[in-house]
């Protein structure tokens, strides 16, 4: 039986890992993303796919289409909705903690 020792995984795994901006930006070593873009960019996807929901909703109540992809584009709206709301309430529970810390 052969042990091998941390050194023989040098190597495999990149240092610092790449991350990747909700608009498409790659930067390495994990460098810091715009957080008020990144803000903006999630609240305009779920801004898109509300409008989306909507215009099929009027398609549908016009005579213009199935139920099927109405109910898709809502439930779609109504799941990034609610994503976004469990972020909101995660930055503003943590902005709480920040608050309350004692120096």
């Known amino acids: 039986?052969?042990?091998?020792?941390?050194?023989?995984?040098?190597?495999?795994?990149?240092?610092?890992?790449?991350?990747?901006?909700?608009?498409g930006e790659t930067k390495p070593g994990g460098a810091a993303v715009d957080f008020g873009k990144a803000v903006r960019e999630a609240v305009n996807s779920v801004e898109h796919q509300q409008g989306k929901a909507a215009v099929s909703i009027q398609d549908l109540l016009s005579g213009n289409g199935d139920i099927l992809p109405v109910v898709t584009e809502v439930a779609k709206a109504?799941?990034?909705?609610k994503l976004l709301m469990a972020v909101r309430n995660k930055v503003i529970e943590a902005y709480k903690q920040t608050i309350n810390m004692q120096i």
């Open 1 to 23: 039986m052969q042990i091998q020792g941390p050194s023989s995984f040098i190597g495999t795994q990149p240092l610092f890992p790449t991350v990747t901006s909700p608009g």
């Open 78 to 81: 109504d799941m990034s909705f």
